[in-house]
């Protein structure tokens, strides 16, 4: 009969089946959740399932099996939708998956198949496997939002992880979470301490999941490699671990008690680091997780440059601390520079923290940098004591008014020196600052960096009342040097052209020209209109009733100011390290004629040496260096990827 019934069938008809099931478990689901009393199913539906029963329909190898176990996938899947979607911070969910299937679908099934194949094809779990399924399932799609709102969405990682190993369905979370990273952090509008944040997350869920890190390994790959594409990954990162408002996680991470030294960081394409630690009798192999057959475990092996804390997850990125020792040595001067009270307390429980994890050898040069500073105090105050109590100091009030950060150039990095000509009075106290100095620290002399520095000055400047009547008023200014340098000429006549101004202070006019945009816009000076070459005077009270000051936008447009807080020139840093390079790689192609990257890089890493120039680059970034140097003309690269000297 189930034969001739399926020859003259329609070709809808099983699926008929499947909706009329799916129909009947939600008008069940609906009588549970409204808690009426069960009562008696209807008659017409017990005696359709009795006949679906006397048919054979039902059976194991029925034709209904297949459209009765997508109609619960179906009504499983929209349970668990609906009771677990975005709740992350709620215990306890897949318990009320499994109140579901009790009181729901197990009696359901108990009328449509009865009690003895009930018990005899293990419905209970198969339905319990199910659910669990549909759970993962759920959470699979949303993983992202997981792992971004962790801490708080702990109990949901924990409980997936408990259901997780039921289905073992690692390998699809972890093809989720990669997909879904790619896609939301792998672009340029995504901001890079916030992919470093989603990152760090990520290996705290997948270490809750997978203790072993091999899911973690494969999963953050991409990410891995995005973040070492990014220009300021390593300055986001020494950031966060050493600025309490910016740090968070880790902040945290650099104070932890039982942190261990970042002695042998390795890259994904190092050694594996468990050939850093012999054997022993104690050793275990790592926690097992599903490695199904055909899924994109099998080709990972034993995962690499697992089994760190966050930060050594962090510098293996680059496979070198090297590049975050450089990257913090440059933002230390930055904050050094900037400290006009020389208190560098802050920095020195800063240092000793990143020298019990980058080691203290790593960390000599700063160190020295924050001596320096503390000996400036020092030396500073001496000075001024001496040439105080001696009445050397005619003007403010007989007080010194120079401080002077004093630094071993040798260990620090590259600052800026772009040298000008201070006013006479303001270079008149910076060589009897000099030369008390080499006074007493004979035979030691200061060269002064004139770009770097603060002068604070008080200016009159024209103001306005609240009626809207003009006024004088003392302002406070703290700006550059050169910017103090060109109003002090001021002082000496009213009005002055720029190239009247570029000769006084040696820089070129249009400089003067940005610099001046400054003062334009504090209404100490203003632009002469009509005037060529340019030229300005100190602003009158004419001047600001008449409203005259509209030229001053124009100026303010035109107006750069380099001083951005930053005394070390990155820059210039980079491109004198950049010189160094190419003369040892041409040095190398002229005696061995052609090379591939990775031997050039393996040779750099080998033979750069200098106090102050390290080779610490990745591939990546040598190999964009060598195609700047063919673009120039200097180098050549062959087709095999070998490059050599371009024969002009």
Not at 221 to 228: G, H, I, Q
Not at 264 to 289: A, G, L, R, T, Y
């Amino acid at each position: 009969m189930t034969a001739a019934v399926m020859a003259h069938a329609d070709a809808t008809f099983l699926r008929s089946f499947q909706t009329l099931f799916r129909r009947s478990l939600l008008a069940r689901q609906k009588n549970n959740e409204e808690e009426e009393e069960e009562g008696e199913p209807s008659q017409e539906e017990l005696a359709l399932f009795h006949n679906l029963r006397t048919l054979g329909w039902t059976r194991t190898e029925g034709m209904l099996q297949q459209p009765l176990r997508e109609a619960l996938h179906q009504t499983i899947l929209q349970f668990v939708k609906g009771a677990i979607s975005a709740e992350f911070e709620q215990r306890n969910l897949f318990e009320s998956v499994q109140l579901f299937q009790v009181e729901v679908l197990e009696p359901w099934l108990q009328d449509l198949l009865g009690s003895q194949a009930l018990a005899a094809d293990d419905w209970s779990s198969r339905l319990l496997y199910s659910c669990a399924e549909c759970f993962c399932i759920v959470r699979n799609d949303e993983i992202f939002n997981l792992v971004a709102e962790y801490p708080d969405s702990h109990p949901a990682v924990i409980e997936l992880r408990e259901v997780l190993e039921r289905t073992k369905m690692h390998s699809a979370l972890g093809e989720a979470l990669k997909s879904s990273l790619v896609r939301r952090l792998n672009h340029p509008g995504a901001n890079t301490s916030q992919i470093i944040d989603v990152y760090i997350n990520t290996i705290k869920v997948l270490r809750e999941i997978d203790p072993s890190d091999r899911l973690l390994q494969v999963v953050t790959e991409p990410v891995r490699s995005y973040l070492r594409r990014r220009h300021n990954t390593v300055r986001c990162i020494i950031t966060s671990l050493t600025d309490q408002e910016v740090g968070g996680d880790l902040y945290e991470e650099l104070r932890r008690q039982d942190a261990r030294p970042l002695e042998n960081v390795n890259s994904e394409n190092d050694s594996d680091e468990e050939d850093d630690h012999p054997p022993d009798f104690d050793w275990q192999p790592p926690p097992p997780i599903t490695k199904p057959k055909g899924t994109f475990f099998a080709s990972t092996g034993v995962a690499k440059g697992g089994g760190g804390d966050i930060l050594s997850m962090l510098v293996s990125i680059y496979g070198s601390k090297e590049v975050f020792v450089n990257e913090y040595r440059l933002m230390l001067a930055d904050k050094l520079l900037a400290n006009l009270d020389f208190n560098t307390d802050k920095e020195v429980h800063t240092l000793e923290l990143l020298k019990l994890r980058f080691g203290e050898l790593s960390m000599r040069n700063c160190e020295i940098m924050i001596k320096d500073t503390e000996d400036s105090k020092r030396i500073v105050s001496n000075i001024h004591n001496t040439l105080e109590s001696n009445g050397q100091i005619e003007n403010n009030g007989g007080k010194m008014a120079v401080d002077a950060a004093i630094v071993s150039h040798i260990f620090w990095p590259t600052l800026k020196n772009e040298q000008f000509k201070h006013h006479p009075r303001l270079q008149a106290d910076l060589d009897q600052f000099s030369n008390e100095y080499a006074r007493l620290k004979n035979p030691r002399r200061l060269e002064w960096m004139n770009q770097l520095g603060i002068v604070q000055l008080e200016l009159d400047v024209l103001g306005q009342r609240p009626d809207g009547s003009a006024a004088v008023e003392t302002r406070e200014f703290s700006v550059a040097p050169l910017l103090a340098t060109l109003i002090s000429h001021f002082e000496d006549k009213d009005k002055w052209n720029v190239e009247e101004l570029a000769n006084e202070t040696g820089i070129p006019e249009y400089q003067v020209q940005k610099r001046m945009g400054y003062w334009v816009n504090a209404r100490v000076v203003q632009l002469i209109p009509g005037s060529n070459p340019v030229a300005y005077e100190v602003a009158t009270m004419d001047h600001l009733i008449q409203g005259e000051n509209d030229q001053a936008a124009a100026v303010v447009a035109m107006y750069e100011e380099n001083n951005n807080g930053q005394g070390v020139a990155v820059a210039a840093q980079g491109d004198e390290e950049m010189e160094v390079f190419e003369s040892y790689i041409c040095g190398m192609l002229t005696n061995l004629g052609q090379l591939p990257l990775e031997r050039i890089h393996n040779m750099l890493k080998m033979f750069v040496t200098g106090s102050d120039i390290k080779y610490n680059k990745t591939p990546q970034q040598l190999s964009m260096f060598l195609k700047h140097l063919c673009k120039e003309e200097k180098l050549e690269c062959g087709p095999d990827g070998m490059y050599k000297l371009l024969k002009k």
